[in-house]
């Protein structure tokens, strides 16, 4: 329980120095800046590889499974990669919210900031809930399984002219019947009165918008990281560690999102692999070493084929 204490503590603190000190005053993140701090938080994911190997070297952390601390330092680290390569489409669709909202770059990080608390939650329920279900229902991996081959077949011959519309949403008519919303911005609040009446500004519909799209990708993240190992700590803080990073991946990443088109087929490959895995773990388990080979070759692969067919087109 003092892991998880401060494992919570060292978060909270990361991000009170994020919102508090480093980004107190609103201002545009150039990708130098966001470039940087991606390096700082991938530094610092697979940092944290060694305190997961310590942790577990030296019994601090409940072991349920009863891995060891090298096969742990291993799911740790794949569970991370998953949720990273994982978080990429959703920095996509983070770039279409903020551009039909309209929102501008210095506010973008704020609106990150927020949403990644509700992510934490979420994330914290979804897997505290999933790994109760695998570990009482064995059947639940075959569910899980199938559900991620679905989804990696549903993103290999979806459309590619669906275009997501925010404005258009469920969610965005929902909270037009709960509070009014105003086009108008107010710098970087998420409220604003027009005639002693609470509106809404596009800041903060587009927060709701990406935690409703964060649950979503939750769906298939959690599974994934899910049929790599059901320790809860391995499983959150790989998750978390890839969140965190997120608001840095974006601004880094957000205007050269075209140059990785061919990253989703590292994605495909990825999710189909994992539900593989899920769907014959009671019969037949990858050592953990494939496992990790495979979806940091896939990563790698997509990327150089990415970076290589843009040169040509360009």
């Given at each position: 329980?003092?892991?998880?204490?401060?494992?919570?503590?060292?978060?909270?603190?990361?991000?009170?120095?994020?919102?508090?000190?480093?980004?107190?005053?609103?201002?545009?993140?150039?990708?130098?800046e966001?470039?940087?701090?991606?390096?700082?938080?991938?530094?610092?994911?697979?940092?944290?590889?060694?305190?997961?190997?310590?942790?577990?070297?030296?019994?601090?952390?409940?072991?349920?499974t009863?891995?060891?601390?090298?096969?742990?330092?291993?799911?740790?680290?794949?569970?991370?990669?998953?949720?990273?390569?994982?978080?990429i489409?959703?920095?996509?669709?983070?770039?279409?919210?903020?551009?039909?909202?309209?929102?501008?770059?210095?506010?973008?990080?704020?609106?990150?900031?927020?949403?990644?608390?509700?992510?934490?939650?979420?994330?914290?329920?979804?897997?505290?809930?999933?790994?109760?279900?695998?570990?009482?229902?064995?059947?639940?991996?075959?569910?899980?399984?199938?559900?991620?081959?679905?989804?990696?077949?549903?993103?290999?011959f979806?459309?590619?002219?669906?275009?997501?519309?925010p404005?258009?949403?469920?969610?965005?008519?929902?909270?037009?019947?709960?509070?009014?919303?105003?086009?108008?911005?107010?710098?970087?609040?998420?409220?604003?009165?027009?005639?002693?009446?609470?509106?809404?500004?596009?800041?903060f519909?587009?927060?709701?918008?990406?935690?409703?799209?964060?649950?979503?990708?939750?769906?298939?993240?959690?599974?994934?990281?899910?049929?790599?190992?059901?320790?809860?700590f391995?499983?959150?803080?790989?998750?978390?560690?890839?969140?965190?990073?997120?608001?840095?991946?974006?601004?880094?990443?957000?205007?050269?999102?075209?140059?990785?088109?061919?990253?989703?087929?590292?994605?495909?490959?990825?999710?189909?692999?994992?539900?593989?895995?899920?769907?014959?773990?009671?019969?037949?388990?990858?050592?953990?070493?494939?496992?990790?080979?495979?979806?940091?070759?896939?990563?790698?692969?997509?990327?150089?084929?990415?970076?290589?067919?843009?040169?040509?087109?360009?």
């Amino acid at each position: 329980m003092i892991v998880w204490i401060l494992f919570f503590a060292a978060i909270f603190i990361f991000l009170a120095l994020d919102l508090g000190v480093f980004n107190k005053t609103p201002h545009i993140i150039s990708s130098k800046e966001a470039g940087i701090w991606t390096g700082v938080w991938v530094t610092l994911s697979f940092a944290f590889s060694g305190v997961v190997n310590w942790l577990y070297s030296n019994e601090y952390i409940a072991n349920p499974t009863g891995i060891k601390p090298a096969v742990a330092t291993i799911k740790y680290i794949t569970g991370y990669l998953i949720e990273l390569s994982l978080s990429i489409d959703n920095i996509f669709i983070i770039a279409i919210i903020f551009a039909s909202f309209r929102i501008p770059q210095k506010y973008q990080h704020r609106i990150l900031f927020w949403g990644i608390l509700g992510a934490i939650g979420f994330r914290g329920l979804m897997i505290f809930f999933g790994v109760i279900l695998i570990n009482k229902f064995s059947w639940m991996t075959y569910l899980f399984g199938a559900f991620l081959l679905f989804t990696a077949f549903k993103m290999l011959f979806k459309k590619s002219e669906e275009e997501y519309n925010p404005k258009k949403s469920f969610v965005y008519r929902v909270i037009g019947k709960v509070i009014p919303i105003t086009s108008h911005m107010e710098k970087e609040h998420f409220f604003t009165k027009i005639n002693n009446i609470n509106h809404a500004t596009p800041l903060f519909v587009a927060l709701l918008v990406i935690e409703v799209m964060d649950m979503l990708f939750a769906l298939d993240s959690v599974p994934a990281i899910l049929a790599i190992t059901s320790d809860p700590f391995l499983v959150f803080s790989s998750n978390i560690f890839a969140i965190l990073g997120l608001r840095s991946m974006y601004f880094f990443l957000a205007n050269m999102l075209e140059k990785f088109s061919c990253l989703e087929y590292s994605l495909i490959a990825i999710l189909t692999f994992v539900g593989i895995k899920m769907l014959v773990v009671h019969h037949y388990k990858f050592p953990e070493w494939v496992s990790l080979s495979f979806i940091a070759l896939s990563l790698l692969v997509g990327i150089i084929i990415s970076i290589k067919r843009s040169q040509i087109e360009d």
